[in-house]
């Protein structure tokens, strides 16, 4: 008699729902879109021991934060110090901006760098911190974020403003992005007062 009665409650339940219909077209779902800070049309390279990157068009030359650091600072392999950065000036809600992105294995990787004068630059939420030759650096872990590219932001008191760095790499050949970032932040730190 349960099982009758339990038969007989799906079956209302079922038959209910069948009637309800949803106007429009079945899709398959579309992939995650996890677009980086460095997807631009601009494109970069895949460098070899032969090749430079390529340079995209920039606005200006490196000055500032972004004559500080330089490709040979970076883990990737094939650029020589003189070759400047992927882009310059390419985000104008900072004072300056910059990126060095290139293909690794067709990953893109890379990093960029902001900096804004007379203000420090603050990220909502951290997934912890380092003292870094007197800095306070926050970071934030993005690397396993499923709507995320591989990625670390981190944020540091630079030069009388606030330095944001990013490192985007799923590439896993150099170390975890914010190992990549803290080193980063190393170089960067120790160049500050440098002309």
């Not at 760098?113 to 030759?133: A, C, H, M």
Request: with cysteine; proline share 7%.
């Amino acid at each position: 008699m349960r099982r009758l009665v339990l038969l007989l409650a799906v079956l209302v339940l079922a038959s209910g729902c069948a009637g309800k219909t949803v106007d429009g077209t079945p899709v398959a779902q579309a992939p995650l879109d996890a677009t980086s800070p460095f997807d631009q049309a601009q494109g970069s390279t895949e460098p070899s021991s032969t090749e430079d990157p390529q340079v995209a068009p920039i606005d200006g030359e490196a000055k500032g934060v972004c004559a500080k650091l330089r490709w040979t600072d970076l883990p990737y392999p094939g650029a020589k110090a003189e070759t400047p950065p992927t882009q310059i000036n390419y985000d104008s809600t900072f004072d300056q901006s910059c990126r060095w992105t290139t293909k690794i294995d067709k990953i893109e990787v890379g990093v960029s760098l902001r900096f804004r004068e007379g203000k420090q630059i603050t990220i909502e939420r951290t997934t912890g911190d380092w003292d870094v030759k007197g800095h306070k650096v926050k970071y934030l872990d993005r690397s396993n974020e499923p709507d995320v590219e591989p990625s670390c932001v981190l944020v540091v008191p630079y030069d009388g403003g606030g330095l944001g760095i990013i490192i985007i790499d799923s590439s896993g050949k150099f170390g975890t992005v914010c190992d990549q970032g803290r080193k980063v932040a190393e170089v960067m730190i120790d160049r500050e007062h440098s002309n």
